[in-house]
């Protein structure tokens, strides 16, 4: 499907940090209304979004690559405007599809 990734973007941490100003000012605003029920539930969803947002920014695993491979792999992205994790993900995604062409999900021939 194009366009779906689980690599965090810029764009998905801009929307997380803005979401959850937009929560906390909604929080302030019941808080001093007065509406506890609403300050409870605001409270967690803003709890949850600041542990989105946090996660975002988690490192992923790094795995070393050869300098040409590297080359190859920014080249790439830079000629896609794709971020080169994204490249890195479908490069090692195809190669994987190849070398378990045939087996089950465990690595066992399906023969």
Same mark, same amino acid.
């Given at each position: 499907?194009?366009?779906?990734?689980?690599?965090?973007?810029?764009?998905?941490?801009?929307?997380?940090?803005?979401?959850?100003?937009?929560?906390?000012?909604?929080?302030?605003?019941?808080?001093?209304? /007065?509406?506890?029920?609403?300050?409870?539930?605001? /409270?967690?969803?803003?709890?949850?979004?600041?542990?989105?947002?946090?996660?975002?920014?988690?490192?992923?695993?790094?795995?070393?690559?050869? /300098?040409?491979?590297?080359?190859?792999?920014?080249?790439?992205?830079?000629?896609?405007?794709?971020?080169?994790?994204?490249?890195?993900?479908?490069?090692?995604?195809?190669?994987?599809?190849?070398?378990?062409?045939?087996?089950?999900?465990? /690595?066992?021939?399906?023969?």
């Amino acid at each position: 499907m194009r366009g779906a990734s689980v690599v965090p973007t810029q764009r998905n941490k801009v929307v997380g940090a803005v979401s959850a100003v937009a929560i906390a000012v909604a929080l302030v605003d019941v808080v001093i209304a /007065g509406a506890w029920d609403t300050a409870v539930v605001l /409270g967690f969803a803003l709890f949850t979004q600041l542990l989105l947002i946090v996660s975002l920014y988690a490192p992923r695993p790094t795995v070393s690559l050869r /300098g040409d491979l590297y080359r190859w792999l920014d080249e790439r992205a830079s000629a896609t405007g794709e971020p080169i994790e994204r490249v890195t993900d479908r490069c090692v995604a195809a190669y994987r599809a190849d070398l378990t062409a045939g087996t089950d999900d465990h /690595g066992k021939s399906e023969k």
